[in-house]
Structure formats: structure tokens, C-alpha cells
């Protein structure tokens, strides 16, 4: 069809609009940084052009579903149809205006309807009840991104799901690996499509397990229960995918840049949120004193603030305290869709310990090795050995310490938990992955709390400015809205 594009695709992402655009069930198993939700979005546009939708509903985790209202859609649907638009995010607590926008979806209209739900919204009765109503009145594509958060066939967000995606017209899963543990992810990520596609399997998870999976029958004292010990047929599966799906890897992408630039956002829990506002309103009531507006007083200010992102703050006698948050639960989710080695910077010597507890508590002890100020010289040599060339999938580490003169060209994904503000170690940590030797594109994911200074910090970084000259030559206001 005649589509035109807002966006230019990439070769890779104009082959699978080609391939894919008109099917009723299509997978978009495409690594992270090859521009899936773009690939989501033309479809999106080029089915309710040919008259094919009048509804487009994306559900995606909390750190992502709001990129897709306010970055994704906006930078790549078509103007004619966006700008058009009936749009809604969904928000389980929604202000006057969101609760109009949620409930125009229920009015008859002839507009293009819009709307991106998180996927946590349908473990409750409250999120199940509207998406149905919003299906049951439209002729929708449905897209879950992420879709290995309805792995388990029995959480109660992938059981209301696969009650409810018939009653789309066409359906789309992206992810960058449909597994991330086992063969048995699959299931519940194709019947969400169509129990169809996985053929006499397709409507029962225990008929897949049995035909996929390798089971031994364990007895533990009085109970028994069947664990699989292995898996078999994958070349009959692998097979069965082919037909329904499209896999990408950045290193097939000829044409991608080297660098590629993404950001997850993470929700603040609300003791963050509460210690984030005191600290910002105690530094918007100093910003008329002149003795508190030196370069390093408002520097440590934001510090401060970006410990409290980072999940814990310091007392007066130097203790950490901790504060409950959502962000290392959004690196662990973010790491799920990556495959190969990846590097983690953080800049807090807090978050350094955690994550790498986090990273080995669920991928083993030998699965992460950690590179900072406590650090020892053998220590330093051996974590970067294992990390280029043993077993070591996870390299955590202050980008002060580590960003300089090291070589980690063994990973294809660096995230940046708690950046620097200096952009002289932001730049050189980016090239600890990004240097000679290197033979595969490099993703960069900020983690981002929106409305705070991460947006401000990362924006300037990216921008290949230095945080401190940047504040210091703005109106600070700007920089605490």
C-alpha cells in the first residue's frame, strides 16, 4: 500500500512492516534498540488506513508505557491520524482531565482512538473491566510490549489477557527474547495471539509442557511434583515461530548506527516522592541567598536529590538510610530483555552493592563482578577477565572508577543507573563498551524518574554538556520544576 512514513524506517524495519502489517497475529521479536514500537506503530497507522482498525491499544510495564504516550507515538504515527486522535493513558488514580480523556473511549466517535494502558493495571478488576468494554466497542489492534510479562500462565494478569484478546481484531507481541528463562515463556505469549498458531498444543499449557519440556516426577518428603529436567522438539517450535513472527538482531541491521540511545522510566514510591518534594522546596526557598547559590552547594544539593532516585539518602552522621523504591525491580526487568554481557554505572556506592546482590541472587554467583572505589587492584584485574573473556555476564560499576582506560567491548548494552553529572566520565564510561574491538551495535538505557532532574541530567549529558555548567548558567527554578 501507498504508507507514508513520519519517520524513515530502517531497512530491517521496512521489511517487517512489508512482511507482517496485515496479519491478524504477528510477533515482533526484536532486540532491544532495533525500533520495534516503531514497527508497532506504522502497523498501527497503516491498518486504520485501509480501514482495517479504529482503535490502538498498547499495554506495556509501568517503566515503559508511558514512553509509548509521550515519546513513541507522538515521534512516529503519522501526523494526519495522530494529531487527530482520540489519546488516553490510563492512570488506576486519574485527575479530571484523565478521567475525561479514559472516558470519551466509551462515547461512539469516528476519530482514531488511542490508548496505552501498563500491563500491572490488569492484575485488578477495576483495569479488566474497562480494557474489556474499550474491546468489546472497537474493532482494535492490541499490542503488549514486553510481552514476557504474561509469561506465567498463571498470574492473573496473563489469565485476564488471554480471556479478552479475541475480542480484538489483530494482535501484536513485542519483546527482544520471548524466553528469558525457558521454552515454556512461550505459551502464554502465542496464545495471547491465537491458540491456534502452537497447533494441538496451542489451548493448554500442560499439552505444551508435555510436548516441549522433558519432565521427572520428584518426590520431597510427603509431596510429589513434576520437574523439568530438560527440553525437546525446540526444532519443531523454532519452526512453528517462523510463521507468525519476525526476529531481529542488531547485528543483522546493517544500517544502524553504532551508538543507539534509550530510556526506561521508573515510577517513584511515595516516600520517594515525599523526600524528593522536601528537598526541592528547601532549595527553591534558598535560591535568593548568595551564599547557598555556589556551584558546589547547589551541585550537592541535587546529589542529595538523585539519592533519593536512587532509592536511600544519608542521616546526619553519614548512615545510609534506605528508602523503598521501584528502581532496581526496572533495571532487573530491563536486563531481562537483553541478551550477551551488559554493563551497569552507578555512581552511589549503595547502589553498586545492591544491584550486584540482585544480578547474582538471580543469576548465580559467578554471573556479576563489581568494579569500585572498594575495590582491590588484583580484584579490579580479575573482575575484568572474567568479564571480557569468562563467565561474567554483568560488569556493576562507578563509571569515576571504572569509565577510565579499562576495555569492556565484551558488552553490547551499558546501563546508566545513577549518572555522573560530570560529562567528561559519562563520555568516557560510554566508550568503556564503545572502543577498538568492539563488533556490535551498543544500546544505552538511562533509567529516568520522570518530572525530577534525572530528565534534566540525562538531557544534558546526551546534549554532550557538563551538568554543573549547565545549572549554574540556567535559571535553577527551570532545573526543580
Not at 544534558?460 to 551538568?467: C, N, Q, S
Request: aromatic content about 10%.
Amino acid at each position: 500500500m501507498d504508507y507514508k512514513y513520519k519517520t524513515k524506517p530502517y531497512k530491517h524495519q521496512d521489511d517487517v512492516l512489508r512482511q507482517s502489517w496485515s496479519k491478524e497475529n504477528w510477533g515482533f521479536f526484536m532486540e532491544m534498540g532495533t525500533g520495534k514500537s516503531k514497527v508497532c506503530i506504522d502497523t498501527a497507522a497503516m491498518l486504520y488506513e485501509a480501514d482495517k482498525i479504529d482503535t490502538f491499544i498498547v499495554i506495556a510495564p509501568k517503566g515503559v508505557y508511558r514512553n509509548w504516550s509521550r515519546t513513541e507515538i507522538p515521534t512516529h504515527m503519522p501526523d494526519v491520524y495522530y494529531e487527530a486522535a482520540l489519546s488516553a493513558t490510563w492512570n488506576p488514580s486519574p485527575n479530571k482531565a484523565q478521567k475525561a480523556d479514559l472516558a470519551s473511549f466509551m462515547r461512539p466517535t469516528e476519530s482514531f482512538r488511542i490508548l496505552v494502558m501498563n500491563v500491572e493495571a490488569l492484575s485488578t478488576k477495576k483495569g479488566q473491566k474497562y480494557l474489556t468494554e474499550v474491546l468489546r466497542m472497537s474493532n482494535a489492534l492490541l499490542a503488549i510490549d514486553e510481552s514476557t510479562s504474561i509469561k506465567s500462565p498463571k498470574a492473573s494478569r496473563t489469565k485476564a489477557l488471554l480471556r479478552m484478546s479475541h475480542l480484538a481484531k489483530y494482535r501484536r507481541i513485542l519483546t527482544g527474547f520471548p524466553v528469558t528463562q525457558s521454552p515454556m515463556d512461550l505459551w502464554s505469549q502465542c496464545r495471547f495471539m491465537d491458540k491456534r498458531l502452537l497447533g494441538e498444543t496451542g489451548d493448554n499449557f500442560f499439552q505444551f509442557q508435555y510436548r516441549y519440556a522433558v519432565m521427572n516426577r520428584r518426590n520431597v518428603g510427603s509431596h510429589s511434583f513434576n520437574q523439568i529436567v530438560g527440553y525437546r522438539n525446540l526444532e519443531e517450535l523454532s519452526s512453528l515461530l517462523k510463521k507468525f513472527s519476525s526476529r531481529v538482531m542488531k547485528d543483522d541491521c546493517l544500517d544502524l548506527p553504532k551508538k543507539i540511545y534509550t530510556r526506561r522510566s521508573v515510577q517513584l514510591s511515595e516516600d520517594q516522592a515525599r523526600i524528593y518534594r522536601d528537598l526541592k522546596e528547601y532549595a527553591l526557598a534558598h535560591i535568593e541567598d548568595e551564599e547557598f547559590m555556589t556551584t558546589t552547594n547547589v551541585m550537592t544539593q541535587l546529589l542529595r536529590m538523585q539519592q533519593v532516585l536512587s532509592g536511600h539518602t544519608k542521616s546526619d552522621n553519614g548512615d545510609v538510610i534506605e528508602i523503598k523504591d521501584h528502581r532496581l525491580n526496572e533495571l532487573m526487568d530491563c536486563l531481562e530483555e537483553v541478551e550477551g554481557k551488559a554493563i551497569v554505572w552507578s555512581r552511589f556506592r549503595y547502589d553498586i552493592k545492591r544491584i550486584e546482590k540482585a544480578l547474582t541472587k538471580k543469576y548465580g554467583p559467578r554471573s556479576t563482578v563489581s568494579y569500585f572505589g572498594d575495590t582491590s587492584d588484583t580484584e579490579r584485574s580479575e573482575a575484568i577477565e572474567s568479564f571480557q573473556d569468562g563467565e561474567a555476564r554483568f560488569f556493576v560499576g562507578n563509571p569515576q572508577t571504572g569509565g577510565y582506560g579499562i576495555t569492556l567491548t565484551a558488552a553490547n548494552t551499558v546501563v546508566y543507573f545513577a549518572n555522573s553529572f560530570d560529562l567528561a566520565v559519562r563520555m568516557q564510561s560510554e566508550d568503556r563498551a564503545h572502543r577498538i574491538g568492539q563488533k556490535q551495535h551498543v544500546t544505552y538505557i538511562d533509567l529516568i524518574a520522570e518530572g525530577t532532574i534525572d530528565e534534566r541530567i540525562v538531557k544534558a549529558l546526551r546534549d554532550k554538556m557538563d551538568v554543573a555548567s549547565v545549572v549554574m548558567g540556567e535559571d535553577l527554578k527551570e532545573w526543580l520544576k
